[in-house]
């Protein structure tokens, strides 16, 4: 995949996702990207516009137009008329019936394509693009073993690339556990910009208290020469603290999106504001982990701060007691 080809794709999803939602629910007057719904372009009808879908589904029928792009994060693509641009999936399924016909490149990460007998696209069909493996010349009766490029700015962009998934894909995460718990996601948040150094010392002090059970489970297992009981404690264990860390995560990024949103004066629902803030947050922070020597402070000191929310907050469940407030309270 050429170089100027990846920059083109990241440009596009980038420009789309952040197009200002006006109107999520009025799918007949379409106006921005759709958050947590289907839509339906029927037969004979033209969207002269790009279509942008979150956590949603699209179906393009038999003889409907869409002249923009379509993006497409977290659900299908059921397609069987045009799109006359890119198209890009990220984390859902493609099916292309005999009639669809895309002019511009499909690129799909994380989307398995169905293509019928007859479907068109113009462009590349770039599924799960990385970078291009470069092998030396062969010599007769020699057996060679790939080896991958080492052009530093290919390298930086795939880093780039995967960064960039990985933060919609927390992003979409972000939308729809607020769905569900906005209350504990936004406690969770508020924690961590009102006691910034309670919250970090929480977070290092259960990072270490973590390790220790982990060493003393293995060691335990050790002693008593099986793994029947111990493994699964430890797997319990590790997926206990992951969930807690994306937790916090996304709670620090919601509490981002709607201080974001605030600051633009622009009230977007909790989803979006929750959506768009991890995404800053994981793609700002972990692109300054790239950094050599001294990047990985940056994503370090948020990753304590919010996990130790989510332990003061027992996940959200409970409110932040602030000492400072409650100090004048006292001594009135």
């Known amino acids: 995949m050429k170089l100027a080809s990846r920059l083109s794709i990241l440009t596009l999803v980038a420009a789309l996702i952040f197009i200002p939602l006006r109107s999520v629910y009025a799918l007949d007057n379409l106006a921005g990207p759709i958050f947590g719904s289907n839509y339906t372009l029927k037969s004979g009808e033209t969207l002269n516009e790009d279509l942008v879908v979150l956590g949603g589904s699209i179906t393009i029928e038999q003889n409907a137009t869409v002249t923009g792009s379509i993006v497409l994060i977290g659900g299908s693509l059921i397609m069987a008329g045009e799109g006359q641009k890119d198209v890009v999936v990220i984390g ?30 113009d462009g590349e069909v770039l599924k799960n693009p990385t970078q291009p493996a470069i092998n030396p010349p062969t010599l007769p009766g020699v057996e060679t073993t790939p080896t991958v490029s080492t052009n530093p700015l290919l390298n930086m962009l795939n880093r780039g690339l995967s960064l960039f998934a990985q933060s919609l894909g927390l992003g979409l995460l972000a939308a729809l556990l607020v769905l569900f718990l906005p209350q504990q996601i936004r406690r969770v948040g508020e924690a961590i910009p009102a006691q910034p150094g309670s919250t970090g010392a929480t977070g290092l002090l259960g990072v270490l208290i973590f390790i220790t059970a982990i060493v003393a489970l293995a060691l335990f297992s050790i002693l008593i020469i099986t793994l029947i009981l111990t493994i699964p404690l430890i797997i319990l264990l590790a997926v206990a603290f992951s969930a807690a860390g994306v937790f916090g995560w996304i709670g620090l990024g919601t509490e981002i999106g709607l201080r974001l949103a605030s600051a633009l004066k622009t009230d977007f629902p909790l989803p979006f504001s929750a959506a768009v803030g991890t995404f800053l947050l994981n793609f700002v922070a972990n692109g300054i982990g790239f950094i050599p020597c001294v990047g990985w402070v940056v994503p370090l000191l948020l990753g ?28 009135a």
């Open 304 to 331: 304590l701060a919010s996990l130790g929310a989510v332990f003061l907050t027992r996940f959200g469940t409970r409110a932040l007691t602030l000492a400072a407030a409650s100090a004048p309270a006292e001594n």
């Open 92 to 121: 859902g399924a493609v099916s292309l019936g005999e009639t669809a016909h895309i002019y511009g490149n499909l690129v799909t990460l994380g989307a398995p394509v169905n293509r019928a007998e007859g479907a068109r696209v």
